[in-house]
């Protein structure tokens, strides 16, 4: 499995932006399915995005498509999350998740889990 470590989260405003990152240890990373998942207080983690162990597909919940935008370095081992146009509602603890099978279509559980980064965004 590989180990992932995320950075990037902080406070910002609404309307404003802010990238995620998610570096991975392991020569495997390349092979894993890569997303994100999030937690606001008091609600249940819910899908964010995925991409797709080639960089080649993209999926996102209706929630943030066409504001957030998924990407991965495979050289590096990383995955982003660009957020743009960030709102009140996208407070949460996101969670970088990976796994060498589909979890995405459907969404399923991921094998291995980030520690997660927190996300204020302030009105």
């Known amino acids: 499995q590989v180990q992932l470590v995320e950075s990037g989260g902080g406070l910002v405003q609404a309307g404003g932006s802010l990238r995620l990152s998610c570096a991975a240890s392991g020569r495997t990373f390349s092979m894993y399915h890569m997303g994100w998942f999030r937690q606001a207080p008091g609600k249940e983690r819910e899908f964010v995005a995925a991409i797709k162990w080639s960089g080649g597909s993209t999926y996102y919940a209706d929630s943030v498509k066409g504001r957030f935008t998924i990407s991965r370095d495979n050289v590096k081992n990383t995955v982003y999350l660009q957020m743009i146009s960030l709102k009140l509602d996208d407070t949460a603890v996101y969670y970088c998740?990976?796994?060498?099978?589909?979890?995405?279509?459907?969404?399923?559980?991921?094998?291995?889990w980030g520690q997660g980064t927190e996300v204020t965004v302030s009105s």
């Open positions: 998740a990976g796994s060498r099978t589909n979890f995405y279509t459907p969404i399923r559980e991921p094998d291995c």
